[in-house]
Antibody
Framework: EVQLVESGGGLVQPGGSLKLSCAAS????????MHWVRQASGKGLEWVGR??????????AYAASLKGRFTISRDDSKNTAYLQMNSLKTEDTAVYYC????????WGQGTLVTVSS | DIQLTQSPSFLSASVGDRVTITCRAS??????LAWYQQKPGKAPKLLIY???TLQSGVPSRFSGSGSGTEFTLTISSLQPEDFATYYC?????????FGPGTKVDIK
């Protein structure tokens, strides 16, 4: 059974940083692209970014609106993907989901990030 | 960026109805489109990928069609568990984008 478990969310002040983790199991993590998607309360889905597999040179891509503040990485030895978020703004408050597969076949349960003073 | 629009934004339907949701892209995306279903408080679930391929385990009453700039998601006979919000998502070119969603409610 595929499982994706996000962690690391919480309350952070504007301008602060936070690193989310996504622990994967039930599939060959090293072969899979991993995405991050976020959703503000009562709003739609927003694609944050993606990291591809080693076979695709760990290529990363991000939403333009993030302007270089977020970085996605992965550790295939730990079956874990990460989302490093810097210079956080109040508008980054959302539930953050990690997903696996080219088409985001599987989703975690999400972790809430609240940016507030 | 490629913009996706969905119509309608909201629809009210009855159990057994045939429902069609349209997703339009601001430029051609070939068949790199997926559809997701999201229920309140839950993570989205992949229904259709590559515009028309049914994800494993998804009921056959769901179908997708289209290519280029216009796509449709059809539910042939709406069931009680289908009341949810549906999103389209393009993965043709970066940055990937989602449509704004279509909420399907009970009439």
């Amino acid at each position: 059974e595929v499982q994706l478990v996000e962690s690391g969310g919480g309350l952070v002040q504007p301008g602060g940083s936070l690193k989310l983790s996504c622990a994967a199991s039930g599939f060959t993590f090293s072969d899979s692209a991993m995405h991050w998607v976020r959703q503000a309360s009562g709003k739609g889905l927003e694609w944050v970014g993606r990291i591809r597999s080693k076979a695709d040179n760990y290529e990363t891509a991000y939403a333009a609106s993030l302007k270089g503040r977020f970085t996605i990485s992965r550790d295939d030895s730990k079956n874990t993907a990460y989302l490093q978020m810097n210079s956080l703004k109040t508008e980054d408050t959302a539930v953050y989901y990690c997903t696996s597969g080219w088409y985001s076949d599987y989703w975690g349960q999400g972790t809430l990030v609240t940016v507030s003073s | 960026d490629i913009q996706l629009t969905q119509s309608p934004s909201f629809l009210s339907a009855s159990v057994g109805d045939r429902v069609t949701i349209t997703c339009r892209a601001s430029q051609g995306i070939s068949s790199y489109l997926a559809w997701y279903q999201q229920k309140p408080g839950k993570a989205p679930k992949l229904l259709i990928y590559a515009a028309s391929t049914l994800q494993s385990g998804v009921p056959s009453r769901f179908s997708g069609s289209g290519s280029g700039t216009e796509f449709t998601l059809t539910i042939s006979s709406l069931q009680p568990e289908d009341f949810a919000t549906y999103y389209c998502h393009q993965l043709n070119s970066y940055p990937f984008t989602f449509g704004p969603g279509t909420k399907v409610d009970i009439k």
